[in-house]
T-cell receptor, first 110, second 115 residues
Framework: EDQVTQSPEALRLQEGESSSLNCSYTVSGLRGLFWYRQDPGKGPEFLFTLYSAGEEKEKERLKATLTKKESFLHITAPKPEDSATYLCAVQAGGYQKVTFGIGTKLQVIP | EPEVTQTPSHQVTQMGQEVILHCVPISNHLYFYWYRQILGQKVEFLVSFYNNEISEKSEIFDDQFSVERPDGSNFTLKIRSTKLEDSAMYFC?????????????FGQGTRLTVV
């Protein structure tokens, strides 16, 4: 069974204080690893897809990396508007089902 | 920017009643999904739908649930004989492709409260 574990569950940062969120996964034949942002009461908003170990993707202050066992979402010099829950999810080969982690709730304080 | 639209935003229903949740996917998308998120828990896959049939479903998606694309724009989730534990946020999503390169767009969700 596919499993996704995210840590920490909650993270509080000062504005400008860079940090990383972790996503550990167990999946039979990774087809893709996804990062989403979810604001309270809203649906997940797609950020990145990573396909293979060593791959990296960037978007503004966010950078996602992937190894064979985990993915990191690096946040550089965060701003208060980056406050949200960040979800990691995996898709196994041959399936459309996506398995989500519980998420990391990020709060950036001015 | 195109978006997935879900209605209603909040639905309250009596236990045992049937509810239908509505979704309008992005117009050029071909693959549709329903997910649910019980308060404080993970987002869970329910079902995927393509070419007017279910292409994959989870163990959660039992005979109590059904999906339909009644016309060219709507995609519905029907929950029969609702139970208290069906209370959750239900998200509809759509994508151009089912593959790993898909960018699934999620709607804002319908909060279902079963009383």
């Amino acid at each position: 069974e596919d499993q996704v574990t995210q840590s920490p569950e909650a993270l509080r940062l000062q504005e400008g204080e860079s940090s990383s969120l972790n996503c550990s996964y167990t999946v039979s034949g990774l087809r893709g690893l996804f990062w989403y942002r979810q604001d309270p009461g809203k649906g997940p908003e797609f950020l990145f897809t990573l396909y293979s170990a060593g791959e990296e993707k960037e978007k503004e202050r966010l950078k996602a990396t992937l190894t064979k066992k985990e993915s990191f979402l690096h946040i550089t010099a965060p701003k208060p508007e980056d406050s949200a829950t960040y979800l990691c999810a995996v898709q196994a080969g041959g399936y459309q089902k996506v398995t989500f982690g519980i998420g990391t709730k990020l709060q950036v304080i001015p | 920017e195109p978006e997935v639209t879900q209605t209603p935003s909040h639905q309250v229903t009596q236990m045992g009643q049937e509810v239908i949740l509505h979704c309008v996917p992005i117009s050029n998308h071909l693959y549709f999904y329903w997910y649910r998120q019980i308060l404080g828990q993970k987002v869970e896959f329910l079902v995927s739908f393509y070419n007017n049939e279910i292409s994959e479903k989870s163990e959660i998606f039992d005979d109590q649930f059904s999906v339909e694309r009644p016309d060219g724009s709507n995609f519905t989730l029907k929950i029969r004989s609702t139970k208290l534990e069906d209370s959750a946020m239900y998200f509809c999503a759509s994508s151009e492709s089912p593959g790993a390169n898909r960018e699934a767009f999620f709607g804002q969700g319908t909060r279902l409260t079963v009383v």
